[in-house]
């Protein structure tokens, strides 16, 4: 049995052969994949069938399409049909793995499982619709503790993807990923509750390819209110329930980011005000507190 299920949510049949080829390519075939088909109304079987041979696949259709109302659902049921893998990638349709992706993974495997960390990462560059190359190369330190990197993906700008991540099954289990609106930050929440804050490993010695393409919700220009809005969803549910496990030094920053995304519009209920007060009170003192009224009050005379 490997240690490793490389589960694919499928719905885009786009780019899922380029997908399927990229497992194929691996230099260590290791793994078992999952594809769950979420209702899609392009049917893959004849496509699966053709890499039947070269890779070991289970493949269940679902009836009902869960992704139009909550994507992580559809994520959640996929991982279900896993046997007694202890390690989980979620392998986007219409992402690829670079050739050394799973065989650097059982390398590092030893030093991960005696740090006891739950999550790891792998070095990331996006491709287009075409395929081509739109990014540099994104590395990361090799051990990272979950306040760094999240200061780092939010406050300084960094990127992350689902499918750069594998995650241990007992840490899924605990958590499972919660249900936001399009998935959106869906799967930064999941990495915080499954690393626990602690650390997460780097593998920079192997590529993953994130596909920026017309299909993506990832794509610029496309839904900016909708997904402003469900930022905002996601940093009032960290601050509600994770500040306090952050580095001190990036509790505020944290928590200015989340009121930023509140602006032009404050017309928003008083209650979400005032935890953005008390929370700039306890984290940053009195004077950041009364700038932050000011701000709130400011903003509020422009849009009237």
């Known amino acids: 049995m490997p240690l490793l299920a490389i589960v694919i949510p499928y719905y885009k049949i786009d780019f899922f052969e380029e997908c399927l080829e990229s497992l194929v390519n691996q230099t260590n075939k290791w793994f078992k994949v999952y594809i769950g088909n979420d209702n899609s109304p392009s049917d893959p079987t004849s496509m699966i069938t053709k890499y039947q041979n070269k890779l070991n696949i289970t493949y269940k259709f679902f009836p009902s399409n869960w992704g139009k109302n909550s994507l992580p659902e559809h994520w959640n049921r996929t991982i279900n049909l896993i046997n007694d893998e202890k390690w989980i990638m979620v392998l986007c349709d219409d992402d690829m793995l670079g050739p050394k992706v799973v065989e650097e993974f059982y390398r590092k495997l030893r030093e991960v499982e005696i740090a006891e960390i739950n999550l790891i990462r792998f070095a990331t560059q996006e491709i287009n619709g075409t395929g081509e190359i739109i990014s540099n190369i994104q590395k990361h330190p090799k051990l990272q503790c979950y306040s760094d990197l999240f ?154």
């Open 151 to 304: 200061y780092s993906r939010f406050i300084r700008g960094g990127r992350s993807s689902l499918s750069e991540h594998i995650f241990r099954k007992k840490a899924y289990d605990k958590y499972k990923f919660k249900n936001f609106p399009l998935a959106w930050h869906a799967d930064d929440y999941a990495w915080l509750e499954f690393s626990d804050f602690g650390f997460v490993y780097s593998i920079n010695t192997a590529l993953v390819y994130f596909r920026l393409s017309e299909f993506n919700i990832s794509r610029p220009n496309y839904l900016l209110d909708e997904k402003r809005e469900y930022a905002l969803v996601f940093f009032k549910k960290v601050l509600m329930n994770h500040i306090h496990k952050f580095k001190p030094e990036h509790q505020y920053p944290i928590i200015r980011y989340a009121e930023m995304l509140n602006y032009p519009n404050v017309k928003r209920p008083i209650k979400l005000w005032s935890d953005f007060f008390l929370l700039t009170l306890r984290y940053a003192g009195i004077w950041e507190a009364l700038k932050f009224s000011r701000r709130v009050y400011l903003n509020s005379k422009v849009n009237d």
